[in-house]
């Protein structure tokens, strides 16, 4: 079965992860981000976020103590330049590889990174390819 449209942009409302070395993950997805073009939002005394993700110690009120599991996130990127440049930012940054930007086989045109973030987190850059788009965010204005 050949996919013909993706609906993307608002089945997660926000992703939490719970780090041990809140620093160590801002340098690193601070690297990552900027490549990406995804602006931090904003940091704290025990956090940081930025669009959707936020990053936090386990000592913040909603970790309740408790470091996040091995997780996968994946974030868009808007080409394969974009993917190459995650995947040396992240490296530069203290990941460690986990699968050189390429060629995938999920669908034509899959063309991804994967890093191992400072806390074992399994993260990935992906350009699906040349697609039509009706906006490149959603923007919500409180």
Known sequence: METQELHRGRLVDHIQLVVRDLAASQRFYEAVFKVLEIPIGGTGDSFFWADELFVST????????????????????????????????????????????????????????????????????????????????VKVIF
């Open 58 to 137: 386990a000592d913040s009120k909603a970790a309740q103590g408790d470091l996040t599991g091995r997780v996968h996130l994946a974030f868009q990127a808007k080409g394969k330049a974009a993917v190459d440049a995650f995947h040396k930012a992240a490296l530069a940054a203290g990941g460690k590889d986990n699968g050189a930007p390429g060629e995938r086989p999920y669908h034509p045109g899959y063309y991804a990174a994967f890093v191992v973030d400072p806390d074992g987190n399994n993260i990935e850059a992906v350009f699906h390819g040349v697609a039509e788009r009706s906006a490149d965010s």
